[in-house]
């Protein structure tokens, strides 16, 4: 067996020493795909240091915004692709559901009044209420002609900093 001397070790960059390689999929724009959407994040997020019912409701809300996007962005086109970066960050597990379809604004989706909506028998629409009640932030921006939802959740204290 080989042994590398500490020289000739290869070097990591400055301030990512600590930091868990990231994960990028492309799925097609059908919700057949939405349960490997799940279980990707499930399994990271529970690798991050979330707990199971934790890591669960994660990959809900990763469900909802690709969900948004094939039915809201795309409009049920199947032909299209729904980009997913995983990233570990630290303190913080963030995923962006990233697509090329119709601009949505979030600010013309309706604040949801439970009550209101459980009493009507309502059902849908209540993707980006789930989302920001899961996630500790989430964010829409516009770049490059593509829609970027950007969900990220605080890791619990003393698993921030992942094992070398």
């Not at 399994?43 to 909802?64: I, Q």
């Not at 789930?130 to 970027?148: C, G, H, P, Q, Y």
């Amino acid at each position: 067996m080989a042994r590398q001397s500490k020289s000739s070790r290869p070097r990591s960059r400055p301030g990512l020493e600590r930091r868990r390689p990231g994960l990028l999929i492309w799925v097609p724009s059908q919700t057949s795909f939405l349960g490997l959407i799940r279980d990707v994040t499930k399994k990271l997020a529970e690798g991050a240091g979330f707990d199971t019912g934790t890591a669960a409701r994660l990959a809900l809300a990763v469900d909802e915004a690709a969900t948004n996007v094939i039915e809201h962005a795309y409009q049920g086109a199947a032909d299209r692709e729904v980009e997913v970066r995983f990233d570990d960050r630290g303190p913080d597990f963030q995923v962006e559901v990233v697509d090329n379809g119709a601009m949505v604004d979030p600010r013309s989706v309706p604040r949801v009044d439970l009550d209101k909506y459980v009493s009507e028998r309502r059902t849908g629409g209540l993707g980006v209420h789930l989302m920001e009640k899961i996630m500790d932030s989430v964010t829409f921006r516009r770049t490059a002609r593509r829609n970027v939802c950007c969900l990220v959740k605080h890791k619990p204290r003393g698993e921030a900093e992942p094992a070398p």
